[in-house]
């Protein structure tokens, strides 16, 4: 997957809470990707706009962390 791919999911299925690519200081209850010397990591907050113990994936290439991404981005959105 590719990010412009990924930002066309988010905008036709219309999901929300989201970090993408620290674009904003952490919030309560969102998804984010991030990349930090060519390692992407996916990652979930919690109510306190805390990165959850154990949430972080990490990948080796964007397309993988990518996928996980719009993955945890949809359970977010049956979520809330």
Do not use: C
Not at 19 to 24: L, S, T
Not at 59 to 74: G, Q, T, V, Y
Request: hydrophobic letters at 40%; zero cysteines.
């Amino acid at each position: 997957m590719t990010r412009l791919e990924a930002m066309e999911i988010i905008q036709k299925e219309m999901l929300k809470r989201f970090n993408w690519f620290d674009e904003h200081p952490l919030r309560e209850n969102e998804v984010g990707i991030r990349v930090d010397d060519y390692q992407w990591e996916v990652y979930v907050t919690d109510e306190r706009a805390s990165v959850v113990t154990g949430s972080i994936t990490k990948f080796n290439n964007e397309s993988d962390a990518l996928d996980n991404f719009i993955k945890r981005l949809r359970t977010e959105k049956i979520l809330f």
